[in-house]
């Protein structure tokens, strides 16, 4: 599903000025992951690096060419353990929050 450029902006527009927003996006994205939807989870990420940090300064920050990370949170990528949890750890961060798993 492709998101609107008026969606984006109004995630974006939100993102800024609500920092609890900010971490719904995050948590939202990490659950989409663990219920087996890594289509939306990555989507939902995406959406979260452009509304927070943006892929240059997250490139910068994991040392990895932003090219890359764009292609590993595309529609057919897939970004490996480590390079998945590097860039939560450094989203966590920039958005204020420490995401724990516990069990239901």
């Not at 989870?41 to 690096?49: F, M, N, Y």
């Not at 764009?70 to 939560?88: D, E, K, Q, S, V």
């Amino acid at each position: 599903m492709a998101l609107t450029r008026e969606f984006r902006e109004t995630v974006y527009n939100r993102a800024q000025r609500d920092g609890a927003f900010r971490k719904a996006l995050l948590t939202e994205a990490v659950n989409a992951y663990l219920d087996g939807d890594d289509i939306t989870g990555k989507a939902v990420l995406q959406e979260v690096i452009n509304a927070t940090v943006g892929f240059e300064q997250l490139a910068a920050d994991l040392r990895k060419p932003s090219k890359s990370l764009h292609r590993m949170l595309g529609p057919r990528g897939n970004p490996n353990t480590a390079n998945f949890f590097a860039i939560l750890r450094a989203l966590q961060k920039r958005v204020g929050v420490r995401l724990t798993v516990r069990a239901a």
